[in-house]
């Protein structure tokens, strides 16, 4: 009873099966180090702004420590409406149709689980988010993974869905911008995804965490397109573009009976979100444009820097749309993504993340987060300079 | 305002090169509205921002509310840079509400900023009264924090 073995073939299957995060194994390597610059942070370098903060202060002060609603604080989901409403002309009722989350990463597990039942398919792409591909198998989903490609600048076709689909199909999850690839869609590719998934009578789970930071577009969402927003959950929150990661505060958007569905397994298992970042998230969608037009245009000058950086190196890197990650080619110099990212941080102490961490198409790539200091960046794209030349 | 003044307010020191691949335009370009700048004036000089406290011989700071009777010619502007041409006198500004002009005032020892008031301000032709303040710490100047930032409390790896 007592030895570790007979503890681990007690574990479910399901989770003893799924294999260790990529990243996780990669962030212990790091942090055994010292004075690394690391490109390899998935949330902004920016503190969250002032006055969202002092929301939330103030909200301690006045005592509100209690549970909220389920849904989370009806003025919250007021704004989240408004805030959807004006961005993609879709309005969803506040009172039913809006949920309020720990977290995009807890609307994702709820979404997936309020709709799979065993052996049902879940058509994503990879490189993907590294949460993707567990939270189906934790709902005994079957993943499907599409392989986008450097060619399509890691967009999803029409041509890759129709080859991957099935019967089993139930659900296609997007993430778009994306990350890890910075990816982005135009207006045609989403008509054209959505003209799929209403073919194939599929559900959309659109994770649009990313939607403000897109640089020579706006962000065209899903939703709007005639149709799909009686079969679609959109998944959103304001860890990335109000800098607010650690508040976990996610939303999702869907039709009622969806919501309702979702709402049964966030009432029994996380009760609500956290008041205090409820309160903190309606001042953000109060007066915070400012704030993202300046941290937007930080990252647009990173990204443009970045991108020149690695051109200038002679490292093919698609230029990033969206998000705040570069995905660069590394596989011209015969090393396996994981075998590069460890000698750039052996030998010159930069940490990113190998591609591979984000599904097997990412073997070649590197992925560099542009969410750190303009000073970081230029002095880790010096050193990656010098790294290749050894090579 | 334009992206190349906003880098160079940022940082003066920013490399050409670096400057042309953050806003995608040519290192020609970036030289080019530079000189532009300069010859224009838009861009009067460039100036390192010092926190003086971390300095042993620290200046005093001086602001100083005056007010002014205005010329029926001219108005302000005169006496202001009247003002102005005192080598002490960091920075003149025209107000709107209960003074006219506000100052502030480099010197060595408050003493050193009193005898610049009493001398040189209080005397002159057309000041009415003034007002002076000493400046007991800075926080921030032009933009920038002067206590030295926290780490970064991030993880060195995330998803």
Redesign the interface.
Known sequence: MNDSKSLHSRIAKTVRDIPR?G?RD??DI??SRED?I?L????P?FVTPWHIREAAVLALDRGMTSYTSNMGLLSLRRGISQYVEKKTGIAYRPENEVLVTVGVSEGLDLAIRALIEPGDEVLYHEPS???YNPLIQFAYGKPAAIQTKKENGFRLTRDELEENVSDKTKILLLNYPN?PTGAALSKKDVEDIAAFAIEHDLIVLTDEIYDELTYDRDHFSIISVPGMRERTIYLHGFSKAWAMTGWRMGFTCAPPELTEAMMKIHQYTMLCAPILSQEASVEALKNADADIGYMK?EYK??R??IH??FEEMGIPCIRPDGAFYAFADISRFGMTAKEFALKLLDEQNV?C?PGT?FGACGEGFIRCSYATS?DEI?EAMVRIARFIEKL | MNELLNLLKQNALETPENMAKMLGISVDEVKKQIVQYEKEGVIRAYQAVVNEEKLDSSLVTTVIEVKVTPESEGGFDRIAERISRFPEVESVYLMSGTFDLLLFIKGRTMHEAAGFVSEKLATMPGIVSTATHFMMKTYKQNGIVMHTGEDDERLKVSP
């Open positions: 995060s990243i990669f962030f790091v942090s690394v690391s390899g942070i998935g949330e370098d988010y590294v949460s990350n245009a000058k990173r443009n820097f020149a950086s940490a993340v961490a303009m230029k």
